[in-house]
């Protein structure tokens, strides 16, 4: 895997070695990042986590892991102000 030198995705802390696919950059794991572009280009983490939770939910992940995970989201590095 090519990003095996960064321990999580700088977008949502994904840890990489649990990444399923590869997302053509070394920060962000490949649900955050497709082809070199972050999918989700905005500045606003409230949508950005609205956006992760329904996808975790819609793909079977525990409501409540889903939510520990969005609010997790807040510590990535994309995110710090």
Do not use: I
Not at 44 to 61: H, I
């Amino acid at each position: 895997m090519e990003n095996k030198n960064r321990k999580n995705c700088e977008s949502c802390l994904l840890p990489l070695s649990k990444d399923p696919g590869t997302s053509g950059s070394e920060k962000y794991c490949s649900y955050c990042c497709k082809d070199g572009k972050l999918v989700y280009g905005g500045t606003d983490l409230k949508e950005f986590q609205n956006r992760s939770y329904q996808e975790m939910v819609a793909k079977g992940m525990n409501k409540y892991k889903a939510k520990f995970f969005t609010w997790m989201m807040r510590f990535a590095p994309r995110w710090k102000k």
